[in-house]
């Protein structure tokens, strides 16, 4: 009796549907990467808040940030508390007008926030601010 081989074909990679995943994961990658604005190496421990909310994004807001120190920082820039006033008239002169935010750290004292208040009420900024906080 006579058998016959079979022939064994060699294992095969189907690459165009293994492009198609890649492409879908390049894809998903992009759409779900976040991008983050450049924030001035400021070490802050944010408080933490209980019934804070999240604001309606309309735009990267100008961030002035508080150090443990007491130094402040509009955006990236070192700023001094009676020089505050001539740093946000530029900013206050855009149209529209940006957003303005308020990043203190958790050691700063009370009294040198509410001196920043007043510093940025005196430089024309109305309404209400708001400020990062650290969710639990």
Known sequence: MTFY?????????????????FAILLI???VT????????????????SKSAVAA???GEP?????????????????VELNALKAALAPLLQRSPVPALALKADTKVS???VIK???????????GSMS??????
Request: net charge positive; proline share 7%.
């Open 110 to 112: 009370y009294g040198f």
């Open 33 to 48: 990467t976040t991008f983050k604005k450049a924030q001035p190496n400021v070490t802050i421990k944010l408080p933490e």
């Open 62 to 78: 100008v961030v002035l940030s508080i150090s443990p120190d007491e130094k402040l920082f509009l955006d990236k820039d070192p």
């Open 5 to 21: 081989k079979r022939k064994r074909r060699m294992p095969q990679v189907i690459i165009v549907s293994l492009i198609d995943i």
């Open 56 to 58: 309606e994004k309309s």
């Open 116 to 126: 920043v208040l007043d510093a940025l009420r005196d430089a024309g900024v109305k």
């Open 131 to 136: 400020a990062f906080t650290e969710t639990k």
């Open 28 to 30: 998903f990658v992009i």
